[in-house]
């Protein structure tokens, strides 16, 4: 599996992006999965369901299952927060996966930049971002700078980059 990152402090516009981006690699043909990481709490389960209960009891592990979806929810009990490649092992196989976050992670990423938020760039410390999705001119950079309102572009990018060009032939 080829694996590519956006990367980009709170409010840049990551989730925005990938949003857009996942039905222009979809209609390529490129079939794709998402990971996003988080450093808040979350919860995908509510209180009273029966798989919070099996949680809440002492479960490892809980798969809720329906005709359209299953997911499977790890406790991680004190135990340290497990890598990409652990994370990656446990998906299934696909052509692409999108990473949203991980921040700190060495694989390749966009860094999605937004001046107006005023916060440092972040591939002045992060040599794997490999290019810069920004909504104003930069100067002083030496990466591909890329408009974050033009998704075609964006994800032309990304699909070179991961040897995945065979599937934007025959795209502007």
Not at 5 to 25: D, F, M, R, Y
Not at 67 to 90: C, F, H, Q, V
Not at 144 to 166: C, K, R
Request: with cysteine; glycine share 6%.
């Amino acid at each position: 599996m080829k694996i590519f990152g956006l990367a980009g402090w709170s409010g840049s516009g990551k989730t925005t992006l990938i949003v857009e981006l996942i039905p222009e690699i979809t209609a390529r043909g490129v079939v794709v999965s998402t990971m996003k990481h988080t450093h808040h709490r979350f919860d995908i389960d509510r209180p009273g369901k029966d798989s919070f209960n099996h949680r809440q009891a002492g479960a490892q592990e809980v798969m809720i299952v329906s005709s359209t979806r299953w997911a499977l929810m790890n406790e991680l009990r004190d135990k340290p927060e497990p890598s990409i490649n652990e994370l990656l092992d446990r998906m299934s196989p696909v052509d692409l996966v999108l990473i949203e976050g991980f921040k700190s992670y060495p694989h390749p990423k966009i860094e999605v930049y937004r001046p107006s938020i005023n916060k440092p760039m972040l591939c002045s410390e992060d040599p794997s971002v490999v290019a810069i999705a920004t909504d104003e001119p930069l100067q002083g950079v030496s990466l591909p700078i890329l408009d974050l309102n033009n998704a075609t572009m964006i994800v032309n990018f990304i699909l070179d980059y991961v040897e995945l060009s065979e599937a934007r032939r025959g795209t502007a």
